[in-house]
């Protein structure tokens, strides 16, 4: 114990004596016992070497102080690595990204944004100025290079290039000029069949029901080929087609009526509703909400019945295609908040078989 004791005690005080006296030939002695302990610890490492950005910054200082044909064996990475640190030394001094008053143009809204997509998608045949436009007058400046940006980073391409539109948009815009017409049969309390002709406008969901018989001729079915057109007056007017099945009731004469007025006629497939599906939901309704709940018990009472049903179907039966309006109404009714301080009016249709809510005035 004594004897590494006194061993010690003496070396201590020679490193010591060295470290304040030593010479040049000791410092470059100790410099090469440093370089080769770190050449061996290197063989040791099984991974790269990680260097934060403290131990970065101090070894590109001392590499100015050493001549840079020395630098591949003083320093633990290449002249390469030691350049780029420099080079990204310098460029974060002049970076001023992160800097307050950032100057330039102000990014683009997100609501702009997505306004600016809306606009694209709902109008699919406008371009990236006419964009610009419909912004410009909803109070919305924007360059059109902007547009152009915020219309390319979403995937869509430019008008002439961009996607048509959907079926249901395509079906949509048509509905505005078809109006489509079916056959309804009627049975009485006593087993007898009666016919009418019922006429569906797509655009407005208005509904007219021209006539009733027992006997459907071809002449009967021009004749109410003639009250429908009657019936539609200067509507006439922004229809193109008239969408009916291949029943032979109707007749080259029936058709006729309509293409002298401007209509082109659409036949649908043989054995398929669905393509005249409006016209056949409508008679759905008809059905299940009057023909289904009164017995019928001739002409006389089936034309009333259904006269009462148009009117109630055409002056206050919601429509959800139409945002629940009903066909003749052109605004929505104002909101009613006083709920308590209002007098409910109920009008009863076809004997309370369909009621009719509004308040009192």
């Known amino acids: 114990m004594i004897v590494p004791l006194l061993y010690k005690m003496p070396r201590k005080l020679l490193s010591v004596s060295m470290v304040l006296l030593r010479r040049d030939t000791a410092k470059d002695a100790e410099l090469l016992v440093l370089r080769h302990e770190n050449a061996v610890l290197r063989r040791q490492l099984k991974g790269p070497v990680r260097y934060e950005p403290a131990d970065r910054f101090r070894l590109t200082a001392l590499s100015a102080l050493i001549p840079r044909r020395r630098w591949r064996a003083v320093f633990p990475v290449t002249p390469g690595t030691l350049l780029a640190w420099h080079r990204r030394l310098v460029a ?30 709902e109008n699919p045949r406008w371009g990236h100025r006419r964009v ?112 009916r099945d291949r029943d032979d009731k109707y007749g080259a004469a029936f058709d006729a009526v309509f293409e002298a007025e401007g209509l082109d006629v659409i036949l649908s497939a043989p054995r398929a509703p669905r393509m005249n599906v409006h016209c056949e939901r409508v008679i759905g309704s008809i059905r299940r909400e ?72």
């Open 92 to 121: 974060a001094k002049w970076d001023y990204t992160a800097r307050r008053g950032r100057t330039g143009r102000p990014p683009t809204k997100a609501a702009l944004k997505k306004l600016t997509l809306r606009l694209a998608r």
């Open 132 to 243: 610009q436009g419909e912004l410009a007058r909803l109070g919305h400046p924007i360059a059109a290079s902007t547009v152009w940006q915020i219309l390319h980073a979403a995937g869509l391409n430019p008008a002439p290039r961009r996607s048509g539109p959907t079926w249901r948009e395509f079906l949509t815009a048509q509905a505005q000029g078809i109006v489509a017409v079916d056959f309804l049969h009627v049975d009485t309390a006593l087993g007898g069949r009666l016919y009418a002709l019922a006429s569906l406008e797509h655009g407005t969901r208005r509904l007219h029901i021209t006539g009733v018989t027992a006997h459907p001729t071809r002449e009967w079915a021009v004749q109410q080929a003639r009250n429908l057109a009657a019936d539609l007056g200067m509507r006439m007017d922004s229809l193109r087609f008239l969408l």
């Open 290 to 361: 009057a023909l289904d709940h009164v017995l019928i018990i001739g002409e006389a009472h089936a034309r009333k019945v259904l006269a009462s049903y148009q009117d109630h179907y055409n002056r206050h039966r919601p429509h959800r295609a139409r945002q629940q309006l009903p066909p003749d109404a052109d605004r929505q009714p104002a909101t009613v908040h006083d709920l308590d301080d209002r007098r409910l009016l109920r009008t009863r249709v076809l004997g309370g078989v369909i009621n009719e809510y509004r308040y009192a005035a």
